[in-house]
T-cell receptor, first 113, second 116 residues
Framework: AQSVAQPEDQVNVAEGNPLTVKCTYS??????LFWYVQYPNRGLQFLLK??????LVKGSYGFEAEFNKSQTSFHLKKPSALVSDSALYFC???????????FGKGTHLIIQP | EPEVTQTPSHQVTQMGQEVILRCVPI?????FYWYRQILGQKVEFLVS????????KSEIFDDQFSVERPDGSNFTLKIRSTKLEDSAMYFC??????????????FGPGTRLTVT
């Protein structure tokens, strides 16, 4: 069975500092990995994905994530945080044999001015 | 930018009643999904739909649930006899086929279902 762990309920970062939101996964085949962001009263918004190729993937709003197969991790990063990045972030995984995404519980990212 | 839309935004119903949640997918998308999120819990996959049939369903998607695309545009989720535990936010998601956007699921804003 697929699973995703986001070990931090909340991450606090000062504006302008780099941010990392952690994600580890478990899947039987090759993983397809995703990050989504949710703002209050809005749906989940796609940020970026890893399917194959370069381990470092770049996405929307300056976010990037690094796929690490040996550590089964896919941490979300941004070099310089903005207050507007404050939101709920979800990591998700699927594999070739499953259509549905398996989500982590989400991490609240709070960027302090 | 095209978006997935869902109606209604909030539905209140009594236990045992039938509800239909509606989704309008992005126009060139071919894969359709329903997820739910019970308050305070993870987003959970319910069902995927492709080529007018269910391609995958989770253990949650029992006989009380059904999906269809009745008119080639709307994608609906029906719960035949709602239970208190069906109270959740229900998200529709859609995905294109092929190209650089492969495997990217785009979510609607959700329908909050409250069963009393």
């Amino acid at each position: 069975a697929q699973s995703v762990a986001q070990p931090e309920d909340q991450v606090n970062v000062a504006e302008g500092n780099p941010l990392t939101v952690k994600c580890t996964y478990s899947v039987s085949g090759n993983p397809y990995l995703f990050w989504y962001v949710q703002y209050p009263n809005r749906g989940l918004q796609f940020l970026l994905k890893y399917i194959t190729g370069d381990n470092l993937v770049k996405g929307s709003y300056g976010f990037e994530a690094e796929f690490n197969k040996s550590q089964t991790s896919f941490h979300l990063k941004k070099p310089s945080a903005l207050v507007s990045d404050s939101a709920l972030y979800f990591c998700a995984v699927r594999d070739l044999f499953n259509d549905g995404l398996t989500f982590g519980k989400g991490t609240h990212l709070i960027i302090q001015p | 930018e095209p978006e997935v839309t869902q109606t209604p935004s909030h539905q209140v119903t009594q236990m045992g009643q039938e509800v239909i949640l509606r989704c309008v997918p992005i126009s060139n998308h071919l894969y359709f999904y329903w997820y739910r999120q019970i308050l305070g819990q993870k987003v959970e996959f319910l069902v995927s739909f492709y080529n007018n049939e269910i391609s995958e369903k989770s253990e949650i998607f029992d006989d009380q649930f059904s999906v269809e695309r009745p008119d080639g545009s709307n994608f609906t989720l029906k719960i035949r006899s709602t239970k208190l535990e069906d109270s959740a936010m229900y998200f529709c998601a859609t995905e294109t086929s092929g190209g650089s956007s492969s495997y990217e699921q785009y979510f609607g804003p959700g329908t909050r279902l409250t069963v009393t």
